[in-house]
């Protein structure tokens, strides 16, 4: 997909940068950083489609440690490091 080659043809921008996913949904743009080199993704989701992204990363190796899905409003949630890149896929939000 666009996101996917985006993130890959500049994978020089992800190199070991810390990423924040806003509304991740299912963590499609988190696992896409990390192919990209993000050395740590947090994965925001205020819904419980946050259960889900957490079952995915956990079924794929490369993904464990690198990406922690964190369940709530990314307004209350709060981050254990500063971010160097957001991503969101904000589509059909609220439209």
């Keep these: 997909g666009t996101y996917q080659q985006s993130m890959l043809k500049n994978a020089s921008d992800f190199e070991g940068k810390v990423v924040l996913d806003v509304g991740t949904g299912t963590g499609l ?3 896409f950083a990390v192919q990209a080199g993000a050395r ?4 925001v989701e205020a819904s419980d489609m946050a259960k889900c992204a957490r079952a995915l990363v956990a079924a794929n190796e ?6 922690e899905v964190v ?3 990314l307004e209350e949630v709060e981050l254990p490091e500063k971010v160097d890149i957001i991503v969101s896929e904000p589509i059909g939000f609220l439209l």
């Design 29 to 31: 743009l988190a696992f």
């Design 40 to 43: 740590k993704v947090y994965a």
């Design 62 to 67: 490369f993904a464990r440690g690198k990406i």
């Design 71 to 73: 369940q709530g409003k």
